[in-house]
C-alpha cells in the first residue's frame, strides 16, 4: 500500500462509532501513501495530505484485494489504489472508526491522551510506579488504563498479574518499587509471547492469514476459575473488576 496513490473512496456506510465525515472521499482521493504507522489500537496512514487514523473496533479488520472481488457484507469503506488493489474497511459491529487529520496525528485527541507503548524503553516499572502513585483503583484495572500504559488487555492484565505475583485487587498506589518492577517486565514478556504465537483466540480473532492465535493453550489463569493453579494447585478464583472478569491465583497472588 506505500507509495501508492489512492485512486478513488467509495463508503458505503458511515455508521461507525463516530459518523465518517461527509469530506473523507474528497480529500482522500489523489493522495499518496507515504507510510504506515501504528499508535496503541490506532493504525495510522500517512500521506503526502494528511494521515488517516483508523481503529479496527471489535471485529474490524482491512484487507487488501483485487478491485474486482465482490464485496462482502459489512465492507463499510473501499480506497481503491493505483496498482488495481482495493483496500477494504469491514466492520460487522460497527465499533471501529476512521479519521482525517491533516496536522500532527498524535495531537488528534484520541491519540493525545495514551500512555507509553508496553514494549517500548518508556515503560518500565519507575513508570508504572510514578503514575500509579495516590491511585485507590485495583491493580488491574490500573494496568488496563490506556492514560497509564496502552495495550494491556483483560487476558494480558490478568496473566502478567499472575506472573508478577501481585492481587488484582490491590489497591494500584499500594503497589511497591519491586511490585512494579516485575509487573513492568512481565507485562513485556507476556505481550512478548503472545504476539510470537499469534495471539490470543477466544472467539473470532484470526491473524491476517487467518490463522488462530495459540497463546490460549499457555494462559495460567485466564478463564480457568475453579481449575488448579499450574504452580501450587490452589483452585483459581474469579470475580468482576472493572466490568471485566478477572482471574487470579489466591496463593501466588497475596
Request: aromatic share 6%; charged share 25%; proline share 5%.
Amino acid at each position: 500500500m506505500t507509495t501508492q496513490r489512492i485512486e478513488s473512496v467509495r463508503i458505503h456506510d458511515r455508521r461507525l462509532r463516530w459518523p465518517i465525515e461527509a469530506e473523507l472521499e474528497t480529500q482522500l482521493t489523489g493522495a499518496r501513501v507515504e507510510r504506515l504507522e501504528r499508535r496503541a489500537k490506532y493504525l495510522l496512514v500517512v500521506t503526502d495530505r494528511g494521515t488517516l487514523i483508523v481503529h479496527l473496533g471489535m471485529s474490524g479488520s482491512l484487507r487488501v484485494v483485487p478491485d474486482v472481488l465482490a464485496r462482502r457484507l459489512h465492507d463499510h469503506v473501499e480506497i481503491a489504489l493505483d496498482s488495481g488493489r482495493t483496500v477494504r474497511f469491514n466492520d460487522p459491529r460497527r465499533f471501529g472508526s476512521l479519521h482525517w487529520v491533516t496536522g500532527d496525528p498524535l495531537a488528534h485527541p484520541l491519540l493525545a491522551t495514551l500512555g507509553p507503548e508496553p514494549l517500548s524503553e518508556d515503560f518500565d516499572g519507575a513508570h508504572l510506579y510514578r503514575s500509579s502513585r495516590g491511585r485507590k483503583v485495583p491493580a488491574k484495572v490500573f494496568i488496563m488504563n490506556a492514560a497509564h500504559v496502552v495495550g494491556v488487555g483483560n487476558i494480558y492484565a490478568s496473566e502478567s498479574l499472575f506472573h508478577a505475583g501481585v492481587r488484582p485487587t490491590k489497591s494500584a498506589g499500594k503497589l511497591t518499587q519491586a511490585e512494579c518492577q516485575r509487573l513492568a517486565a512481565e507485562i513485556k514478556r507476556v505481550l512478548s509471547d503472545a504476539i510470537e504465537v499469534g495471539g490470543t483466540t477466544l472467539r473470532d480473532y484470526v491473524d491476517p492469514d487467518g490463522n488462530p492465535g495459540y497463546f490460549r493453550q499457555r494462559l495460567f489463569v485466564y478463564d480457568r476459575a475453579g481449575k488448579a493453579c499450574r504452580r501450587c494447585h490452589a483452585p483459581i478464583s474469579q470475580r468482576i473488576i472493572g466490568q471485566r472478569s478477572t482471574y487470579w491465583c489466591p496463593i501466588c497472588q497475596r
